[in-house]
């Protein structure tokens, strides 16, 4: 099961590509452009409109693409029927998070919900590795249901973040060690110690 | 000529700003300050850069998100918006051959847009308010952690940008609609719906076309120009319930927070600011390139009805694009997230990358060209574009939004790119291009100055926005302070890169002052001698 490290991975090369495509397209446009002039100029009608489509498929078949390949679209889409197997409370105010269970133990391959509800201001909960790549984030709105459901395919250790600016105040609101995910066969490689700033 | 008098007089008798019209005068007092509001924008930047690198004592916590406020708002508003109406307001009367509507409201609009942009930063610099440029409620009116006199300079300042603002909108489809003294009755509805882009979308699906009265670049201004106003109306009513809160607490008025739903005020601002980002940014741009491949070919544009009509198509996209910066939040409609955050979103796909062939193919067409510093930095702006606007797609999709939402990413490999590459230098040719029409004829002081701030500017802008955009993809946050070096390799590369960018606007500078002359600068904002409601001297003038 592909986690963030592998979409992400693919994102840099992928568009890592891309970029060095577009790049060299315009150096070489540059370099033709004062050149004198032969019947390439990409004037016709018929090309214009077979890009406009290309444009199209590939803006809208990103989508389709990654709701296939990107394990948790579907299952974040369709939270509110799945029963999840735990649900974890996390409580912010005054620039602090309270956590109902803390460290919070997931089972492997289960279905858990992250509740998040803020008392005063606009925060972020996000899920990070020791390495600090992020696992999943999800805004923490006021007045808001700010749930994000997950589920761990190997075991690690995860520190939890907030991800939104809430005023200076707000700048390192971590919880050291919050996700405890064990039972599987595989380690996540980088949530193996302990993450978070010191 | 000593380096000194070159300094004062400028290069070759520098700008003669005796001989300058009024019009001239007035873009020029926008751009001038435009150009040194984004050395101002792009210092403040490096000081986040180095903060990034290492902790700075003379920095804290307080005073770095300060400077992430106004920073943005300063580069924005004082930069990008003063330069683009000073570049405006002349290019519409000068391809409507009519006058502008009103002189005097165009010197309001650069006076309140410029004082408007400093009160605002003093805001910051004085008293470190800080709720960054997205407001979200209700942290601009936390007062435990922000002065109320913070708040109340920071929504001044911002609301004479908007009058400014409201006021270039106003002289721009006044200009547009207006029937000049002497002149015949000028069929001002029928100007205002081509302005709009009625009759391109009819042209579109009619085979008989009927004529334009208002030509494309003009069109392309006016487009832009109702999503600037949009977007004022939004900024002015938060302005306006900010004020509120603050004035409530000053004088002992209990106002609940929660009176304000945070999810449908962020839902509204969004959607204000999104004008800027999508609509504005993307329409402008895309006009200004038809803009300046037509004035550096001579030619007319290819596609020129499909180019009107997907400026129009761009305009009502950008009103409903505003839900991909929501896709994170989990109360917002999966209907919204998916229709408006994901489909209608990744039509911005297809109109930037219209507006970017359309252009390529006009320039294309006109071969052989010279590589003067307008083309280079056209092309320059027309990279950026390319790779920003996929990098925003890719992040208004749910599955890549739930790991890329706030990482540097977004504010690297889109915004920074978006803006710096893509926008920036766009403007830049802009500027090359209108030096000897704004100036008549003023010569630049060096051409290798020019080349060394193109590179520079280019490698440095990329450079800069993909190392963001790497440090996101590995989990570093935006808005957050990192002490204990985790993402110093890459802090230090857009470090090294942002040196370049602004040793690059050293140079520009240089440049331009070496080119006009003290004496011409400080001419600029004198006022004019002639009182022509030309655009330039008549030939005789000249």
Redesign the interface.
């Known amino acids: 099961m592909a986690d963030s490290i592998d979409v992400l991975a693919t994102l840099k090369l992928v568009y890592g590509i891309y970029a060095f495509i577009a790049i060299s397209l315009i150096g070489w446009f540059g370099y033709r452009i004062t050149k004198a002039k032969d019947d390439r100029t990409g004037a016709k009608p018929a090309i214009f409109w077979t890009y406009v489509a290309v444009l199209a498929v590939i803006g809208t078949g990103l989508h389709i693409l990654t709701y296939n390949t990107v394990p948790w679209v579907p299952y974040d889409l369709d939270r509110a029927n799945i029963e999840p197997a735990a649900i974890f409370d996390i409580a912010y105010e005054d620039h602090q998070m309270s956590f109902s269970d803390l460290p919070m133990n997931v089972g492997c391959g289960e279905y858990v919900v992250f509740n998040a509800t803020s008392n005063d201001l606009t925060y972020g909960f996000g899920i990070f590795r020791a390495d600090h790549t992020l696992v999943a984030q999800m805004q923490v709105v006021p007045q808001s249901k700010n749930d994000l459901m997950w589920r761990f395919d190997k075991n690690g250790t995860y520190y939890v973040r907030s991800t939104e600016y809430s005023g200076p105040q707000g700048a390192r609101m971590v919880a050291r060690d919050a996700i405890i995910v064990t039972g599987c066969d595989l380690d996540d490689l980088r949530a193996t110690t302990t993450g978070g700033q010191s | 000529m000593s380096f000194v008098n070159t300094l004062i007089n400028g290069h070759e008798g520098g700008l003669k700003h005796e001989g300058l019209t009024p019009m001239q005068k007035i873009s020029l007092r926008f751009v001038v300050l435009g150009v040194l509001f984004y050395g101002l924008a792009a210092v403040e930047g490096m000081m986040m850069r180095v903060v990034e690198i290492t902790p700075v004592a003379a920095i804290d ?2 005073h ?2 300060a400077i992430m406020t106004v920073h943005p708002m300063v580069g924005v508003f004082g930069s990008t918006y003063m330069i683009v109406f000073g570049a405006f307001l002349f290019l519409v009367p000068f391809f409507m051959k009519k006058p502008i509507f009103s002189l005097k409201v165009a010197n309001a609009s650069w006076m309140l847009i410029g004082g408007g942009t400093f009160i605002m930063w003093l805001a910051g610099f004085l008293f470190a308010y ?3 440029y ?1 407001l ?4 601009p009116v ?1 007062l435990e ?2 002065k109320i006199i913070g708040g109340l300079f920071y929504v001044v300042g911002v609301a004479l940008i908007m009058v400014g603002t409201f006021l270039y909108s106003y002289n721009v489809f006044k200009t547009i609609m207006y029937t000049p003294a002497g002149w015949d009755k000028q069929p001002s509805m029928e100007l205002f719906k081509d302005a709009i882009g009625f009759r391109a979308i009819g042209n579109w699906l009619k085979k008989r076309k009927t004529e334009h009265i208002v030509d494309l670049p003009v069109a392309a201004i006016a487009r832009g120009t109702i999503d600037v106003g949009l977007n004022a109306v939004v900024i002015t009513a938060a302005g306006v319930l900010l004020l509120i809160y603050m004035f409530g607490t000053l004088f002992g008025v209990g106002m609940e ?2 009176w304000v ?3 449908l005020y ?1 839902n509204i601002f969004w959607w204000g600011l999104d004008l800027i980002a999508d609509g504005l940014v993307l329409i402008f741009v895309a006009g200004t390139w038809y803009i300046l491949a037509m004035m550096i070919t001579g030619k007319d544009l ?2 020129k009805h ?1 180019a009107r009509a997907a400026l129009f198509v761009e305009m009502v996209v950008s009103w409903t694009v505003w839900s991909h910066h ?1 896709m ?4 917002q409609s ?1 209907l919204l997230k ?1 229709l408006s955050g ?2 209608v979103t ?5 109109t930037q ?2 507006a970017v ?1 359309i252009t ?2 006009t ?3 006109a ?5 003067t510093n307008e ?2 930095f056209l ?1 320059g702006g ?2 950026g574009f ?2 920003a606007v ?2 925003g ?2 992040q208004a ?4 939004n ?2 890329l ?3 540097q990413w977004i504010i690297g ?1 889109h915004v920074h790119v978006a803006i710096l590459v893509g926008l920036t230098m766009t403007l830049y040719s802009a500027i090359y291009l209108l030096l000897p029409i704004l100036t008549n004829g003023a010569k630049l002081y060096s051409q290798k100055l020019a080349t060394a701030h193109f590179w520079l500017h280019l490698i440095g802008g ?1 450079g800069m926005g ?1 190392s963001m955009g ?1 440090a996101g ?5 935006r ?6 070096g ?2 110093n390799t890459y802090m230090v590369l857009a470090g090294v890169f942002g040196c370049m960018l602004l040793l690059a606007f050293a140079l520009f500078l240089f440049n331009v002052v070496m080119t006009f002359g003290v004496k011409g600068l400080i001419g600029i904002y004198l006022p004019a001698k002639s009182d022509t409601s030309d655009c330039v001297p008549a030939p005789q003038e000249a």
Do not use: C
């Open positions: 916590d307080t770095f998100f800080s709720p960054l997205t979200y409620w209700p942290l936390d952690q922000f927070k929660t739903d945070a999810l962020k290819f596609m499909v929501l994170s939040d989990q109360g999966n998916v994901e489909m990744a039509l911005e796909l297809v990358g219209l062939y390529l193919v320039l294309a067409k071969r052989p060209l010279k590589m083309l280079k092309l027309l990279l390319m790779l996929p990098a797609i890719i999709d749910l599955g890549m739930r790991v939402h706030n990482t490999s990329i993909s790497m993809i590995d989990g570093m946050l808005r957050s302070i990192y002490v204990d985790e993402y």
